[in-house]
Structure formats: structure tokens, C-alpha cells
């Protein structure tokens, strides 16, 4: 017997066939990548763009990265070391935990998915706020659990109180976003401190740090050091951020040794690569390098967060623009978020609406933050 068709077609509409994928995956809405900058500059016969919409910084690769990198293709016929172990060793060294409490995965977002993966069967809950990481719904729904969004508070971030609530039988892991994506606001120790109390112990706690390395507020706590000892704490963090491997997709987990293990077994065989491999390395060393272009972010985040809110009052719709501890700002913007999307793009800058809620906007060097500001000026004015 043959599998049964629909023969209708249109806008929304499966085309007609065999239905050869999960039907609960339909409504799914896809990850939005930031716009290709060549593309927006050929469509509006400019020289260049400026992206500022997927949170890269713009300072190019670290010392010494392209010439490792360029050693490793060598040997690209090759499979890489599929223990990731002189990694594993050189991240233990640097953040001062045990290899075996270590995974590495195609970034941070895919050792997410892959913890969903490891804790939940069909029907188990995730909670995280909402709006929080885009991918988040997406890891869930695809690995057939179910997801419980807490919407986030009037500050535009994790409503911690409100979350644990939600906590259920069926809850399995929990996802916390700090400093947020895509709001840039952050948690600081004593609220975390009562959350995590509240927590049952069989319930898994994610903190997704991809942003830590730009946090300059002293009580926003460094979740490898504040709840490292917490056997239900897993921490995430990415080299794509300040570290500038964007490009080759590498990031790691530090939690328990056992989720480590287990994590280590579901992760795809192979997936960090052999670039990504020595890339890592060769960026592990320039730590001073990253301090110094963190900074440069930090002062240019400030200046451009000062600027923005003059140009959006308190008073306007979603209130102004929030403190940000990553490195991008937050524009809520409402029903008006897609407008200033397009607005941008006119002018050569792609930046990240969320429609009907707010804009994200990637700080990058100087001269592309004032050619933003210069567009908001008239933007956010229309």
C-alpha cells in the first residue's frame, strides 16, 4: 500500500506525495541567519554593507589562527582526533576543571541540542524564557520534547521566579540564557543563587555563557566558578564570540563528568573538525588579545547604548534600550521592529528584527557603529 497524498498546493501548503517527514515539524519556524552583506551591497549598487546582525566580532582572526589552520588542512584526508583530547586538556588548563568534565561540539548551540538530546524522551518538558535564543524551540521540538516558554519580564530578561515555577514532573532540563540572547540583560548571583535552590536535583540546569567574555558587571557570576561543584549545572560556552572562530564552528560544555560522557556518546563522530581543532588551540593562546578586543567592544557597546537611548526615550513603546553584558544591543521596538529592519538595509545595514518585538544590533567597529546611529537617527524618528 502506498502512502497517502494531498493534492492540494498554495502558499502553507505540503506539496503533493508521500509524506516523508514529521508533520509536527510544519509549524516550525526556521533559524534566521544574518543577511549576506555582499548581497545587500550588489542589491543596492554599493561598494560594501555592513553586517550587524549576527553578533561576530569584527576584529578578524586571532594571531596565529589562519597560519594553524592552514598546517591542519594539510592533513584534511585525514579524520580528526575524534576525543578532541589535546583540546579537552587545553581548555581544562585554561578554565581549571577536569578533561573529563568537558565535551566539544559544532558550537555551543549544537552541545544544547545534544543535551536535550541526552536528558528528554517524547513528551518531557524544557523550560526557558521567552524571548530568549531562537534556537531553543527548535532543539526541542526536533528532538520530540516539549518546550514551556516563560515569557520574559517587564527588563526584557529571565523571570527566574516564574520559571522554576513551571518546573513540572515531566520538566527534564532548563535552559538559562545569561547574558540573554537576543535582550543582552543578564542574571546576577543572588537570584540565580535562590533558582538553582529551587530546582529539584534530577533536573538539569543549562547556562548558556556564549557572551560571558563581554560581561563587565562584577555580580553577574561566571558560572564555571560560581556553581561548577552543582552535579545538575552544565555550563556552555563558544569560541565563535570573542574568541573569532565563527567561521569554523566550535564550542564546549563543562558539567558533571557523567553528562560529559554522555554527551561525548550522542555527539555526531567527527563533528569538530580538524580546522576547527587547531584553530582553537592557536586562539586558546592569545587570551591578552582577546581581553583586549572584549574591551574595545565593551566601550564601544556603552557609547553606542547611551546614544540609542536618546534616540528612544523611556517612554516609548517597550521602554529603552536595556543594559546589555553581551556584545549587541537591544531595541524594543514592538510593531515596529521590521520597519527599522528595512529601514537599515536601505541604507546598506543589516541589523536583526524580531517582528513584533525588537531589534538586535551587533556592535562592531566604530566606524560601523556611528554609519548605524547615523540610520537610527532618521529610523527611529519615521
Same mark, same amino acid.
Given at each position: ?11 502553507? *501548503? ?5 509524506? /516523508? ?18 548581497? /545587500?551591497?550588489?542589491?543596492?549598487? /554599493? ?7 549576527? %553578533? ?12 594553524? +589552520? ?28 577536569? &578533561? ?10 549544537? /552541545? ?113 566558578? &560560581? ?39 550522542? +555527539? ?8 576547527? @581543532? ?11 588579545? +582577546?581581553?583586549? *578586543? ?21 517612554? @516609548? ?7 546589555? @553584558? ?15 529592519? *528595512? ?25 560601523? %557603529?556611528? &554609519? ?11
Amino acid at each position: 500500500m502506498t502512502g497517502s497524498t494531498n493534492s492540494t498546493s498554495g502558499p502553507g *501548503r505540503r506539496p503533493p506525495g508521500p509524506r /516523508l517527514t514529521r508533520a509536527d515539524l510544519d509549524a516550525l519556524p526556521n533559524y534566521v541567519p544574518g543577511r549576506s552583506p555582499a548581497d /545587500l551591497a550588489r542589491e543596492l549598487g /554599493l561598494p560594501e554593507a555592513i553586517k550587524l546582525a549576527s %553578533n561576530e566580532v569584527p576584529y578578524g582572526p586571532l594571531p596565529g589562527v589562519v597560519e594553524a +589552520v592552514a598546517e591542519a588542512v594539510a592533513g584534511a584526508h585525514r579524520y580528526p582526533d575524534m576525543g578532541v583530547l589535546a583540546l579537552r586538556d587545553a581548555l581544562a588548563e585554561r578554565y581549571g576543571v577536569d &578533561a573529563d568534565r568537558i565535551a566539544t561540539g559544532c558550537g555551543s548551540v549544537a /552541545l544544547a541540542e545534544h543535551l536535550v538530546r541526552a536528558t528528554c524522551l517524547p513528551g518531557d518538558e524544557v523550560v526557558y524564557s521567552w524571548r530568549s535564543f531562537e534556537a531553543y524551540p527548535i532543539i526541542v521540538a526536533t528532538s520530540g520534547a516539549t518546550s514551556v516558554r516563560v515569557p520574559n519580564d517587564a527588563g526584557h530578561g529571565h523571570d527566574l521566579a516564574a520559571m522554576a515555577a513551571a518546573v513540572t514532573d515531566r520538566t527534564r532540563l532548563i535552559l538559562v540564557c545569561n547574558p540573554n540572547n537576543p535582550t543582552g540583560t543578564s542574571l546576577r548571583r543572588a537570584e540565580l543563587d535562590r533558582f538553582l535552590d529551587a530546582v529539584p536535583d534530577d533536573v538539569l540546569v543549562v547556562l548558556d555563557e556564549a557572551y560571558r567574555e563581554f560581561v563587565t558587571d562584577a555580580e553577574v557570576p561566571d558560572g564555571l566558578t &560560581a556553581y561548577g561543584d552543582r552535579p545538575n549545572v552544565v555550563v556552555l560556552r563558544t569560541l565563535s564570540k570573542a574568541w573569532g572562530l565563527a567561521g569554523l564552528r566550535i564550542g564546549f560544555l563543562v558539567g558533571h563528568p557523567e553528562v560529559a560522557a554522555t554527551v561525548r556518546k550522542v +555527539v555526531t563522530p567527527f563533528s569538530t573538525s580538524l580546522a576547527a @581543532q587547531a584553530g582553537a588551540l592557536a586562539a586558546l593562546r592569545q587570551a591578552d588579545e +582577546v581581553r583586549r *578586543r572584549c574591551a574595545l567592544v565593551v566601550a564601544e557597546r556603552d557609547r553606542v547604548t547611551e546614544a540609542l537611548r536618546k534616540r528612544l526615550p523611556a517612554g @516609548q513603546v517597550g521602554g529603552t534600550v536595556p543594559e546589555s @553584558q553581551a556584545n549587541f544591543v537591544w531595541l524594543p521596538l514592538g510593531d515596529r521592529s521590521v520597519t527599522f529592519g *528595512r529601514a537599515c538595509e536601505t541604507r546598506g545595514i543589516i541589523v536583526r528584527p524580531f517582528a513584533g518585538e525588537g531589534v538586535r544590533v551587533t556592535i562592531g567597529t566604530p566606524a560601523e %557603529n556611528d &554609519a548605524f546611529l547615523a540610520v537610527a537617527d532618521s529610523a527611529l524618528t519615521t
